[in-house]
């Protein structure tokens, strides 16, 4: 039976009027794409093995290298792509699970690209950035139900414990383990310079990374990977992760070949070993029991912690976060079918989960509804593109959002969705030390910062064209977005107008 | 399209007189004020409030009402006895203007709540009126209760403040304090309660600007029992004041540090105590910020306040003379009822000034 897939689903074209052997190439690819042909004096590629990551063009001195993608040429047929063809020959040669890496790539809608902003025109002013404050610092955290008053009759504050940010934006949840070292230095840097907030992810919290605790959110997931007590202290804010857009319903496998060293200190489970999160947390069966892991945590931190508790976008996700807002929970972090992944079945990243525009807009709406919104603040995320879709998923509900790829993305990564191969050639999603070398985390660090504060710029002209100057009167401020293109339940889901209305 | 079935934004001109010994004001003189600032209005909207003008009703709650038709008002009526003894009740004054157009029927009740029900209810007996007030004016149709207070009454109606001034026959009301509004509506109201002075119980709002927090405001307080069924500004606006003076029992200034907050600029530069106390309402209350251009006055039983928003994107103009405080849109609102004044000062932005009936001041310090 020959190979029924063996189409490279690229082409590696090398202009050899500019290639000059260098070779760098070869030296920058993980995956051996690359190699120098004595026997003609030139360079050849193996096109089987690559992925697309661009790192070879980047580093092509000359700029002789394009990839380009090499469309097999099967007979037309509009329901089954060359895609879905191509998976059933994988399928059928191994008898495995497909695996993806990164968000859902597919062709669904994208909510954010039909809501419109609104500015101000005549009636109001708009509010130029450079010449009047524009505040986009945010807090999340319940919000007290009454006030109280001392004998003096001044008021006490009453505020349970949360969490400040500068900009309504943090890094998502990505553990040490699944990206390396260095893009966890540079995420925790990058939070720190910018008063927001990284995540630990569920691979614990690496010996050398407790400094930046005031700026750390840990998390919780079902593995229970590097929980301890000290872990638990270590950050500003625990999170508990229940679900992932990715991937909701199932856990996670980080395969032992990633269990090295560090990682496996970090973890506390032996090198080698495969890191198997379960589905289900096994102390969790109910809402109830929620709660009594909420309650334990704060115990374990004295109180002093806010608990996030992070779910994935599903179809009865208001009802769910109603049930969280009423568990303990200071934070609610809602992942959006969009969201980004190590690595996930294929057929669960694609086809599990809503998204993130209706899912928040849901989740706000039901929480209004049952008067208890003061109770937990919300992010959201999966997936966060532009300084746009920030604003538009505040101005639905969000308090604040959270980004994964588009970070991964600053550090450098070029969507190849090939993590779990753990060969990333960006020296991210990888724990070869030869490839972890490549990303510096200052320089990274550097570029996060620019991201953010550019987002942040970007934000305030928007708010500033909405006659808004502060982040908190966009929150929930559903008035300032129309739709456009969409039906009438789609629009009563978001909660706002079409455009002309 | 109806008032309420449409955002409706709007320039204006506000104006306010108080008696700080609690002198009675005749109506006249808030009329003259406000009529200065004829421009500022497109005759699509003025009203007033007055408080202290029915001192021999003064322990009874002053409805006033819009009804479309009679049936609207049998109604009406039918519900208010259910949940009320009507003291009294009456036509409200009103004599024939040029400009005013399409009144509907205007009445006014003067009403305590029904002792068993208000038991049943398990209220206190403020949030049981305003409970009463809030479900005639979103569920009973052609019916709208534009005021509900102790002691004080709003006048409003589609026209210029100066002709809706007289078709009320204001000069024959006498009170400690007056607040006035005179509307640029962008679009044509239909309905007259959309016409300033919002008010809820004792508390009213007039209102200069266009808000750009409007729709975060609004589904905030309509977690609290509010339905903002105009989807004006001014609704708004009052039902986060009595929100979070009545509900929550903040003072009137500290309900200004929330709605108009300082920057988180300044307020990093204060005392600590006071920076504390601060953050604490901005955090506490992030969602009754309101941001975009406003000048408000406020009146409520014994006081009155004006306030701009944190960029003072609004004119707003006040003074002082013997007594009496002024404030309005424009200084020549004030200097054309009373040419000399002891101060004239323009209230920086987010900066509440508030004054109270002398006699009231003492029982605020004891009440803490």
């Known amino acids: 039976m020959p190979r029924l897939n063996d189409y490279p689903a690229y082409q590696v074209l090398r202009d050899p009027a500019k290639c000059t052997n260098c070779r760098a190439c070869e030296v920058q690819c993980a995956n051996g794409v690359h190699r120098f042909s004595e026997k003609t004096g030139a360079m050849v590629a193996d096109e089987d093995k690559c992925v697309n990551c661009h790192r070879c063009v980047a580093f092509c001195p000359t700029r002789a290298l394009r990839i380009e993608r090499n469309e097999p040429a099967f007979r037309s047929n509009a329901n089954w792509s060359s895609d879905q063809i191509l998976n059933i020959y994988r399928q059928a040669d191994t008898g495995g699970v497909l695996l993806s890496s990164m968000g859902n790539p597919g062709g669904g809608k994208v909510y954010f690209d039909h809501i419109l902003l609104n500015a101000s025109q005549v009636t109001n002013p708009s509010i130029d950035p450079l010449r009047e404050p524009m505040e986009t610092r945010t807090h999340l955290g319940k919000k007290p139900n009454r006030i109280e008053r001392d004998e003096n009759g001044d008021i006490r504050p009453n505020l349970t414990p949360g969490l400040t940010l500068s900009t309504p934006i943090l890094f998502s949840a990505m553990s040490y383990g699944s990206i390396s070292l260095n893009a966890h230095k540079a995420l925790a840097e990058a939070a720190q310079a910018l008063g927001t907030y990284y995540n630990t992810g569920e691979g614990g919290l690496h010996k050398d990374f407790y400094e930046y605790g005031e700026h750390t959110i840990v998390q919780v997931a079902s593995g229970r990977f590097g929980v301890h007590k000290g872990y638990l202290n270590a950050g500003a804010a625990i999170e508990i992760k229940m679900g992932q857009g990715a991937k909701p319903g199932i856990g996670g496998h980080l395969p032992g070949s990633k269990i090295v060293g560090d990682v496996s200190r970090t973890r506390m489970i032996p090198e080698g070993s495969d890191a198997i999160s379960p589905a289900p947390h096994h102390d969790i069966y109910s809402i109830e029991d929620l709660r009594q892991l909420i309650d334990s945590l704060k115990s374990a931190t004295g109180g002093k912690k806010p608990i996030l508790v992070k779910i994935a976008a599903v179809h009865n996700i208001a009802a769910i976060a109603s049930g969280i807002a009423r568990s303990g929970a200071d934070i609610i972090t809602i992942d959006g079918y969009r969201g980004g992944t190590g690595a996930a079945p294929t057929c669960i990243r694609d086809n599990v989960g809503i998204p993130i525009e209706l899912a928040l807009a849901a989740v706000d709406t039901r929480l209004r509804e049952e008067g208890i919104r003061g109770e937990v603040s919300l992010i959201a995320s999966g997936s966060i593109r532009s300084s746009a879709d920030v604003v538009k998923a505040i101005a639905l509900g969000a308090d604040a959002v959270s980004i994964g790829t588009a970070a991964l993305l600053a550090l450098g990564c070029h969507l190849c969705r090939s993590c779990q191969t753990g060969n990333c050639n960006w020296g991210i999603a990888t724990q070869r030390p030869e490839l972890t070398k490549r990303l510096d985390p200052a320089a990274g660090a550097q570029r996060l910062i620019h991201l953010i504060t550019a987002w942040t710029h970007e934000i305030k002209e928007m708010m500033g064209g909405m006659g808004i100057n502060s982040i908190e009167a966009l929150c929930g401020n559903r008035l300032m977005l129309r739709g456009l293109g969409l039906n009438e339940t789609e629009l009563s889901v978001l909660g706002i107008k079409h455009a002309g209305q | 399209m109806l008032e309420g079935q449409v955002r409706i934004p709007s320039g204006c001109a506000i104006s306010g007189i108080f008696s700080k010994a609690g002198r009675p004001i005749n109506g006249e003189r808030i009329v003259r004020s406000i009529a200065l600032m004829h421009d500022r209005s497109n005759g699509l909207g003025g009203g007033f409030a007055g408080y202290g003008i029915y001192p021999e009703y003064k322990n009874d709650y002053a409805f006033h009402l819009f ?58 007996e403020r949030e049981y009126v305003a409970k009463c007030v809030i479900r005639i004016n979103s569920e009973m149709q052609g019916a709208y209760v534009f005021s509900s207070g102790k002691n004080m009454g709003v006048f409003k109606a589609v026209g210029y403040p100066e002709e809706v001034g007289e078709f009320y026959r204001l000069e024959e009301y006498e009170g400690y304090c007056w607040t006035a509004h005179g509307r640029y509506p962008t679009n044509t109201p239909g309905w007259w309660g959309g016409a300033h002075p919002f008010a809820l119980l004792d508390l009213s709002v007039v209102h200069n600007g266009e808000i750009s927090s409007y729709d975060t405001n609004r589904r905030f307080v309509e977690m609290f029992g509010y339905k903002c069924n105009l989807l004006t500004d001014t609704e708004v606006i009052a039902y986060l004041f009595d929100y979070l003076t009545r509900k929550q029992g903040l003072r009137i200034e500290e309900a200004a540090n929330v709605v108009a907050a300082p920057f988180w600029s300044t307020i990093e530069r204060l005392a600590p105590k006071e920076r504390e106390r601060l953050s604490y309402l901005r955090t506490a209350f992030s969602s009754a910020l309101i941001t975009g251009p406003f000048s408000i006055l406020v009146g409520f039983e014994g006081g009155l306040m004006a306030l701009n928003d944190r960029l003072k994107l609004r004119s707003m103009v006040a003074a002082e003379k013997g007594d009496c405080f002024y404030v309005a849109s424009e200084e020549s609102a004030i200097r054309t009822i009373e040419p000399e004044l002891d101060r004239v000062w323009a209230p920086r932005g987010g900066e509440a000034v508030v004054v109270r009936l002398e006699t009231q001041k003492e029982e605020a310090v004891c009440r803490g």
């Open chain 2, 67 to 124: 009804y479309e038709d009679a049936t609207a008002k049998k109604d009406c009526e039918a519900f208010l006895e259910r949940h009320f003894d009507i003291v009294n009740l009456s036509k409200i004054p009103t004599r024939q203007v040029a400009g005013i157009v399409d009144a509907p029927l205007i009445w006014r009740y003067f009403v305590t709540p029904l002792p068993h029900k208000l038991a049943d209810s398990q209220l206190n």
